[in-house]
């Protein structure tokens, strides 16, 4: 006889007072982290780096000439290199640290009776989990409550295969808590439900979970994308490499040639640190750590730093229909009965709705869970709700929910057994499904089929989702295997409205412009894929349904790839066909997900985008983004940032190339041509301290360029210093280079003393780094556009470096301290007509670089 006894009544779950108890007397629920970087680790680490060497060794050299004053100096500039990388450091890993928590797994709790979704590792023992389809388990739980429960638990057993659940009451072994076997009444942390529904009550979190045990971290964050870390590496080493050859050369040359061994050692060891670029890393670290944080102001979380640089090469962008383009809000918009034609609820007072109807709206509600989750079946019980007041309901208690069947891959339909306060021993079975799943169970044939198809079309056509509700009645002794062993009879179609969010449309004009192809990819019908698409502003021209796409080799698919943009009827495996269609095409892939099979076409992609909001945490585990808003406009934004981050990454790396080129010229003349060293390692060290702030504040925080959405993708293979890019950048050091080296010459030929040569030149030079710092704030904007753009950084940048030149020129100390001698009004005039020079002859010829290819 079928087990009538009701469902467990609901558990108020674990106090708010008590847990958060729990969790300060046994910890969070979190596994081991990662070691972090202590400062003195940090301190290690800057210790090797090639240019403090330089810097205490020039250190060395002054001791050794009994110029105490400036091996302090240079002692300091060390101090201060090591503390501003030590706050930079330290200020990324508090970075990193607040992207682990957002991406941690999160979990629905049971607290004081209401259901509450909170961080994963705020759970505690004694807290009632609510586990569905997609879901992580977070910690170690005993089950409940159990419906058709699969759990993947691979991750603690290595078997791949999922094992079935049930509840606590069905006679399950309680003393055995271990992973992996079917029919045990346990689900472990990081184990992945794979189907089906539960309830289970945590007792074990952290590391006294299973996996705890077993000592498993949380996989750490990316910080830079190995492509650009490899680029900037290789630069610097060939950098260093030449930097050092040529240091030694000239060394060796001034001191056999003139005799003076330290002030060689000095004049080489200033030309090392002028020729070895070490921003780079240190800026390609920066703005990337930047870059996702003003990534994440636009409610997008990137969990691999290598998705920013990809964002600006995407040329396809493959995304979900629902919950993404739509607002995954359902509402009931259209009822159909055979024989009885449409009715439409919206505005419809309760004695407006034929009885009839009534019943259909009623069978919703009874194929539905009690206490939903799903959007479909909330927008049954809220219709049900307010066309059908008077009527039982099953939320009453005097309803019992006997048995149900849920949905299965060969059988696209569930169904909710019922034993109704009035039928007695009659049992009121009620299905909802795809339209073609209820007719297979109901058996239509002929004209009443072909009248059910009709009816779908024509709703499908309207952009509406499509559900089918069938009723059944059942007096027997034992619960047939299936649902097949029921005698359904149709009731009536349904159909559910998602409206378009707000903005979709402009989001999908704004990559149209920028070259993006968008890819709407649906389970829906084709008609109401053709609908939705055609809202949003997609092409539906052409449209490639999941049988279709069956049929199709990869060579096929990857042909009809090049003119298709809508995929209608779409199993989540066959998303992944789909990426690897487009990316043979050598398309650049973005794609949305959200659900548990979409993790292989996530991974799959060059950009996996998650959703925060609905979507499950193995989707977000395998994504390198996750919307936390799940809004299509997001993305777009998202692409919009990615490209402005490496437009201002180029910027920084093409003036840190231009500057090196005066200072390395500078630093070598004398040692050449066998004038008095010029520039000794306080010196260089000082421009160094100029040149890091701009780099990592000024070029970081510049506007995007007015084109960055009108523009191409660039190419996946493009170099981060591409020929073009070299080029201008020499030619920008060279004339920085010829200005500054004419004016030292003609200096010295007219006979300044070596002092005022020394400021004369240490000016020039630091105007005509200004000077570039203008000329490469923007690749398309003209200097009095420039100009006009307000960049805060820029002014407190420009504001210290003035400051400091004047207070080298008016404080005797500091000129005593940098070998300067005093300069006059007409020296200070030349030294800015220089840098205005520079500026206005590198802005005249911009336009002409800007044409050149690849540029």
């Not at 108890?21 to 202590?38: D, I, Q, S």
């Not at 800026?283 to 990809?310: D, K, N, Q």
């Not at 066309?387 to 149900?404: F, I, N, Q, T």
């Not at 020499?730 to 500054?740: D, E, K």
Request: hydrophobic share 45%; proline share 6%; glycine share 10%.
């Amino acid at each position: 006889m079928p087990d009538s006894s009701s469902s467990p009544p609901p558990v108020p779950g674990l106090a708010e007072a008590e847990a958060q108890a729990r969790l300060k007397n046994e910890g969070y629920n979190e596994l081991p982290r990662p070691e972090r970087r202590t400062p003195l680790r940090i301190i290690l680490e800057v210790l090797r780096e090639p240019m403090l060497g330089l810097l205490l060794g020039g250190g060395v050299v002054y001791l050794l000439l009994g110029d105490t004053t400036d091996a302090l100096i240079l002692l300091a500039f060390a101090s201060l290199s090591i503390l501003i990388t030590i706050i930079q450091e330290a200020r990324t890993e508090r970075v990193l640290e607040a992207l682990r928590d957002l991406t941690s797994p999160r979990a629905l709790v049971i607290r004081d009776g209401q259901r509450k979704r909170i961080a994963g590792r705020e759970v505690a023992r004694g807290d009632l989990v609510v586990l569905a389809e997609g879901d992580r388990v977070p910690a170690d739980a005993a089950l409940i409550e159990c419906q058709d429960l699969q759990a993947d638990e691979s991750l603690l057993t290595g078997e791949s295969v999922p094992v079935r659940k049930i509840s606590g009451g069905q006679g399950a072994p309680t003393g055995r808590r271990r992973p992996g076997g079917d029919d045990l009444p346990f689900v472990f942390s990081g184990s992945l439900i794979v189907g089906g529904s539960g309830v289970g009550e945590v007792f074990a979190t952290g590391e006294r979970s299973e996996i705890g045990k077993i000592g498993r971290s949380l996989g750490s964050l990316e910080t830079e994308p190995p492509r650009l870390r490899a680029q900037t590496r290789r630069l610097v080493r060939v950098f260093a490499l030449a930097g050092g050859a040529i240091s030694a050369l000239a060394v060796l040359l001034y001191g056999f040639l003139r005799g003076g061994w330290l002030d060689a050692l000095l004049g080489g060891i200033a030309l090392g640190m002028s020729m070895l670029p070490e921003e780079f890393p240190v800026v390609l670290a920066v703005f990337m750590a930047m870059g996702a944080w003003r990534i994440s102001r636009a409610r997008v979380l990137t969990r691999r730093a290598a998705a920013i640089e990809a964002l600006g090469s995407a040329t396809v962008l493959c995304t979900d229909k629902t919950g993404t383009l739509t607002e995954n809000r359902m509402s009931i918009s259209e009822l159909w009965l055979p024989g009885a034609g449409v009715f439409r609820p919206g505005g419809a007072s309760a004695a407006g709705m034929p009885g009839h109807f009534r019943e259909l709206v009623e069978h919703g509600v009874l194929a539905s869970a009690v206490d939903p989750f799903d959007p479909m079946e909330k927008a049954f019980h809220e219709l049900g709700r307010r066309e059908s007041p008077g009527a039982a309901y099953p939320g009453d208690r005097h309803w019992k929910l006997v048995h149900a069947y849920g949905i299965r891959p060969e059988l696209l339909a569930m169904s909710n057994v019922w034993q109704a306060p009035d039928e007695g021993r009659e049992f009121v079975v009620a299905a909802k499904g795809a339209p073609e799943a209820i007719a297979s169970l109901c058996h239509l044939e002929g004209a009443d089929l072909a009248e059910l198809t009709r009816a779908v079309d024509a709703m499908a056509t309207a952009g509406l989702r499509t559900l089918a509700l069938a009723r059944a009645s059942f007096r027997g002794r034992e619960w047939p295997a299936s649902q097949g062993g029921f005698t359904f009879g149709l009731v009536g179609l349904v159909g559910l409205a998602d409206p378009l969010r707000r903005g979709v449309s402009e989001a999908v004009g704004e990559c149209r412009t920028a070259g993006i192809k968008v890819i709407m990819i649906t389970g829906d019908y084709p008609a109401t894929a053709r609908a939705i698409a055609r809202q949003a502003g997609i092409d539906a021209d052409q449209v490639l349904t999941g049988v279709e796409l069956e049929q199709l080799d990869e060579a096929g698919l990857a042909g009809r790839a090049r003119t298709t943009t809508v995929f209608a009827r779409i199993l989540p495996e066959q998303k992944l066909r789909i990426v690897n269609a487009f990316k043979a095409q050598d398309e650049i892939v973005a794609m949305t997900g959200d659900g548990v099979n979409d993790a292989p076409s996530l991974r799959a992609a060059h950009i996996g985008i998650a959703m925060g909001g609905r979507g499950t945490d193995v989707a977000r585990e395998a994504s390198s983004i996750v919307l936390l808003d799940d809004d299509f406009g997001s993305i777009v934004k998202s692409v919009r940032l990615g490209r402005r981050i490496y437009d201002n990454l180029r910027k920084a790396m093409g003036f840190i190339l231009a500057v090196h080129v005066p200072i390395a010229g500078l630093a070598l003349m004398p040692l050449v041509f066998g004038t008095p060293i010029l520039f000794g390692p306080m010196h260089i060290a000082f421009l160094e301290m100029v040149i890091d702030p701009v780099c990592t504040l000024v070029f970081e925080a510049e506007e995007e360029e007015r084109d960055v959405m009108r523009r191409p993708p660039r190419s996946p293979g493009e170099p981060l210093f591409s020929g073009s890019l070299i080029g201008w950048s020499l030619l920008q050091g060279a004339l920085v280079l010829a200005t500054v080296a004419t004016i030292y010459v003609v200096a010295f030929r007219r006979g300044m003393p070596e002092q005022e040569v020394r400021a004369l030149t240490f000016f020039s030079l630091v105007l005509g780094i200004v000077a570039l710092i203008f000329v490469n704030r923007s690749f398309s904007a003209s200097l009095l556009t420039a100009l006009r753009k307000l960049n805060p950084s820029l002014v407190w940048v420009v504001v210290a470096v003035f400051s400091m030149l004047g207070l080298t020129l008016l404080w005797p100390a500091a000129s005593r301290l940098f070998r300067f001698g005093p300069l006059h009004p007409d020296d200070l005039v030349l030294t800015l007509g220089a840098g205005v020079m520079v500026l206005v002859v590198l802005n005249l010829l911009k336009p002409l670089w800007r044409s050149r290819p690849g540029a």
